[in-house]
């Protein structure tokens, strides 16, 4: 048990074994009082708990006794319902003075004259835990209860309370329940306990998805993580688990599940899985197959993928971040030449940097032949023990120009300060354009954020030409 002003309790213990008669244990009687049984008034020392208030030293501790006792109470409430009722004696003046809810209720225009008052949507745990605190700033929560503690201190307006509340779930808030908490956030509005949560589910997509909870969330809040561009998760595994939610709303709403009513309960949220993330192989194994995607936006996709110029999709092509901030990019050179060929030898530069970031791209250099399309794989290695960080083996499309064209990671890649991490490009197709007067040092200034600067470095071994004064790989694009 914390007392106010500290750390709620994590255990399995409620408000609810505190009962009446535990605290007549406490009253005992005047002869275990040393020193009063023989000055009391004739006829008082008879009566259980007399001169109590001389056991107790402070005001704080008189009230507590006063905690579910029928001492001196004036009201009864019948918490529950069923056979968890039960009937919790208590002190309208106590009540008044902690919630203006009771204030009303007791002492208002409309106030109640009945003696024993009715709250069945109460549970009695969280009835008993909002009465302790209001009678003695002791909080007293746990697993168990704190969501109905949650509710029952707001209806009764008693926001010391719901911040323990909601303090007790952030100290406990973990990815495996992120999403069950999102959803009782979100019901009790309580919207700094939903950016948390949120948070928590964007540094741990994978696993946050994969608990039993991410079922059970209603579509607003499905939709409104699906908007997420910080999400740190495969678009493919997150369309599976979309999927996955789909089956369970059909089994909540006595639907077969079947592919039309997947489509039907899934409805907007669809449209915010973002497929031209995917690589073709992922999108032909998954959602191609499913039956979910009309035929028309099936081929819509896989010309998307395949051909160009690509066709216009209604889907999001923007790339996820795990981290919040700006998408931003540098460019290491400050010329343009051709020519550049390739032979099946990576291009590879090395870097470090000077803050926290997350690299979701490369900018690439396109054919001098005109229009065509390049097979590239893309990779981020940390340099001392040649980790694979992240790697993306795709395709993209060129114009001609001397222009750089986005290559994308399917989930970002954290980089860490000081460390130094080499980007590598294996391309296959013609010859393109190659950047020139590269610069070892990069700088970037934000309003809001300290300077961002990129220091480039020599590749050593066969890196197809590429350094730090000219070759392939001219742009990071990373978000800070």
């Given at each position: 048990?914390?007392?106010?002003?500290?750390?709620?309790?994590?255990?399995?213990?409620?408000?609810?074994?505190?009962?009446?008669?535990?605290?007549?244990?406490?009253?005992?009687?005047?002869?275990?009082?040393?020193?009063?049984?023989?000055?009391?008034?004739?006829?008082?020392?008879?009566?259980?708990?007399?001169?109590?208030?001389?056991?107790?030293?402070?005001?704080?501790?008189?009230?507590?006794f006063?905690?579910?006792?029928?001492?001196?109470?004036?009201?009864?409430?019948?918490?529950?319902?069923?056979r968890?009722?039960q009937?919790?004696?208590?002190?309208?003046?106590?009540?008044?003075?902690?919630?203006?809810?009771?204030?009303?209720m007791?002492?208002?225009?409309?106030?109640?004259?009945?003696?024993?008052?009715?709250?069945?949507?109460?549970?009695?745990?969280?009835?008993?835990?909002?009465?302790?605190?209001?009678?003695?700033?002791?909080v007293?929560?746990?697993?168990?209860?704190?969501?109905?503690?949650?509710?029952?201190a707001?209806?009764?307006?008693?926001?010391?309370?719901e911040?323990?509340?909601?303090?007790?779930?952030t100290?406990?808030l973990?990815?495996d329940?992120?999403?069950?908490?999102?959803?009782?956030?979100?019901?009790?509005?309580?919207?700094?306990?939903?950016?948390?949560?949120?948070?928590?589910?964007?540094?741990?997509?994978?696993?946050?998805?994969?608990?039993?909870?991410?079922?059970?969330?209603?579509?607003?809040?499905?939709?409104?993580?699906?908007?997420?561009?910080?999400?740190?998760?495969?678009?493919?595994?997150l369309?599976?688990?979309?999927?996955?939610?789909?089956?369970?709303?059909?089994?909540?709403q006595?639907?077969?599940?079947?592919?039309?009513?997947?489509h039907?309960?899934?409805?907007?949220?669809?449209?915010?899985?973002?497929?031209?993330?995917?690589?073709?192989?992922?999108?032909?194994?998954?959602?191609?197959?499913?039956?979910?995607?009309?035929?028309?936006?099936?081929?819509?996709?896989?010309?998307?993928?395949?051909?160009?110029?690509?066709?216009?999709?209604?889907?999001?092509?923007?790339?996820r971040?795990?981290?919040?901030?700006?998408?931003?990019?540098?460019?290491?050179?400050?010329?343009?030449?051709?020519?550049?060929?390739?032979?099946?030898?990576?291009?590879r530069?090395?870097?470090?940097?000077?803050?926290?970031?997350?690299?979701?791209?490369?900018g690439?250099?396109?054919?001098?032949?005109?229009?065509?399309?390049?097979?590239?794989?893309?990779?981020?290695?940390?340099?001392?023990n040649?980790?694979?960080?992240?790697?993306?083996?795709?395709?993209?499309?060129?114009?001609?120009?001397?222009?750089?064209?986005?290559?994308?990671?399917?989930?970002?890649i954290?980089?860490?300060?000081?460390?130094?991490?080499?980007?590598?490009?294996?391309?296959?197709?013609?010859?393109s354009?190659?950047?020139?007067?590269?610069?070892k040092?990069?700088?970037?200034?934000?309003?809001?954020?300290?300077?961002?600067?990129?220091?480039?470095?020599?590749?050593?071994?066969?890196?197809?030409?590429?350094?730090?004064?000219?070759?392939?790989?001219?742009?990071?694009?990373?978000?800070?």
């Open positions: 048990m914390a007392k106010a002003g500290g750390g709620p309790t994590l255990g399995n213990e409620g408000a609810s074994n505190f009962s009446p008669s535990d605290v007549q244990k406490n009253l005992g009687g005047a002869a275990d009082v040393p020193g009063t049984s023989a000055s009391l008034p004739q006829g008082l020392h008879r009566e259980p708990g007399y001169n109590w208030q001389a056991t107790k030293s402070s005001l704080k501790e008189r009230f507590a006063l905690f579910n006792n029928e001492l001196l109470s004036d009201v009864k409430f019948v918490v529950g319902k069923g968890q009722v009937r919790i004696p208590s002190h309208k003046f106590v009540l008044a003075t902690g919630s203006a809810v009771f204030d009303a007791f002492n208002g225009g409309m106030a109640t004259t009945s003696a024993e008052i009715d709250l069945p949507d109460v549970e009695p745990a969280a009835f008993l835990a909002l009465l302790r605190f209001l009678y003695s700033d002791e007293q929560i746990g697993p168990e209860t704190v969501m109905t503690t949650l509710y029952t707001k209806k009764y307006a008693v926001p010391a309370l911040t323990h509340c909601v303090d007790f779930l100290k406990h973990r990815a329940n992120a999403f069950m908490l999102l959803t009782q956030a979100r019901l009790f509005d309580e919207p700094q306990l939903a950016s948390i949560c949120l948070e928590t589910i964007d540094k741990s997509t994978v696993d946050a998805i994969s608990a039993e909870g991410f079922t059970d969330i209603d579509i607003d809040t499905l939709c409104a993580v699906l908007e997420r561009d910080t999400l740190s998760i495969r678009e493919s595994r369309f599976g688990a979309v999927v996955r939610w789909a089956e369970a709303e059909c089994q909540r006595e639907l077969p599940v079947s592919i039309e009513n997947k039907k309960v899934l409805g907007n949220a669809l449209s915010l899985i973002r497929f031209p993330l995917m690589t073709v192989e992922e999108f032909a194994a998954g959602p191609a197959q499913c039956g979910i995607m009309s035929d028309r936006e099936v081929v819509n996709l896989f010309l998307h993928f395949t051909v160009n110029p690509k066709p216009r999709v209604d889907y999001i092509d923007r790339p971040c795990c981290l919040r901030g700006k998408e931003c990019s540098v460019n290491r050179f400050q010329q343009v030449e051709s020519r550049w060929g390739y032979s099946g030898t990576s291009d530069v090395r870097f470090t940097v000077n803050r926290r970031i997350s690299i979701v791209g490369f690439l250099y396109g054919s001098i032949h005109g229009p065509t399309d390049y097979q590239v794989t893309i990779q981020i290695l940390e340099y001392e040649n980790e694979t960080l992240g790697q993306n083996e795709t395709a993209f499309s060129c114009d001609g120009t001397a222009s750089i064209f986005r290559v994308m990671f399917k989930e970002p954290e980089i860490l300060p000081n460390v130094c991490y080499t980007a590598c490009a294996t391309l296959k197709g013609p010859d354009h190659y950047g020139t007067k590269g610069l040092k990069a700088a970037l200034e934000f309003p809001t954020a300290s300077k961002t600067c990129f220091y480039f470095f020599n590749s050593p071994g066969n890196n197809n030409g590429t350094s730090v004064e000219d070759g392939q790989i001219p742009e990071i694009i990373f978000y800070t």
